[in-house]
T-cell receptor, first 110, second 112 residues
Framework: GQQLNQSPQSMFIQEGEDVSMNCTSS?????WLWYKQDPGEGPVLLIA?????ELTSNGRLTAQFGITRKDSFLNISASIPSDVGIYFC??????????FGAGTILRVKS | ETGVTQSPTHLIKTRGQQVTLRCSSQ?????VSWYQQALGQGPQFIFQ???????GRGNFPPRFSGLQFPNYSSELNVNALELDDSALYLC???????????FGPGTRLTVT
């Protein structure tokens, strides 16, 4: 089963608003990745985080690796209609097994 | 640079049958991982292949098996299909030493 808890499960926001979502775990991860998946497509890598406390941006997206190494956050500024989709966090403890959360569904009202 | 490709895009099989799914890794990537994504859930790790050997496995039974070829492409084989095997099967490639995995579009398998 899933070891990562993503919240919120879904959100419906106004275009132009900022969005925040997070991912928590009871155990420590060494790497956090954030992906976006559109219907009928595979997940697309948005941001990778490698160090506790790290803050990384990719355009309007900003993600942070939590200090405790048990959580991560993703923020989207000034949302637009194409931000619609499912956002997944994924954690890596060691080796190669990525563990995914259940996703946050983002719907934007234009 | 060519991205990850998968074939077929859709497949319908009957319970008890066997299926083979194919994946070509992104140009230059030598490591391939396979994931199963059930409807409404995140992907679950099946296994990874590196240098034509299985390099880690998730909680999936032995009827899930794979291969990697010298050109780094890979196959996922599932024997004795069950109804619960219906899912989107995703392949992801990465470079040895990198944790960043890049996904293909997936193969949608329906077992009836």
């Amino acid at each position: 089963g899933q070891q990562l808890n993503q919240s919120p499960q879904s959100m419906f926001i106004q275009e132009g608003e900022d969005v925040s979502m997070n991912c928590t775990s009871s155990s420590i991860f060494n790497t956090w990745l954030w992906y976006k998946q559109d219907p009928g497509e595979g997940p697309v890598l948005l941001i990778a985080l490698y160090k506790a406390g790290e803050l990384t941006s990719n355009g309007r997206l900003t993600a942070q690796f939590g200090i405790t190494r048990k959580d991560s956050f993703l923020n989207i500024s000034a949302s637009i209609p194409s931000d619609v989709g499912i956002y997944f966090c994924a954690g890596l403890k060691y080796g190669n097994k990525l563990v995914f959360g259940a996703g946050t569904i983002l719907r934007v009202k234009s | 640079e060519t991205g990850v490709t998968q074939s077929p895009t859709h497949l319908i099989k009957t319970r008890g049958q066997q299926v083979t799914l194919r994946c070509s890794s992104q140009s230059g990537h030598n490591t391939v991982s396979w994931y199963q994504q059930a409807l409404g859930q995140g992907p679950q790790f099946i296994f990874q292949y590196y240098r034509e050997e299985e390099n880690g496995r998730g909680n999936f039974p032995p009827r899930f098996s794979g291969l990697q070829f010298p050109n780094y492409s890979s196959e996922l084989n599932v024997n004795a299909l069950e109804l619960d095997d219906s899912a989107l099967y995703l392949c992801a490639s990465s470079l040895d030493g990198s944790y960043e995995q890049y996904f293909g579009p997936g193969t949608r398998l329906t077992v009836t």
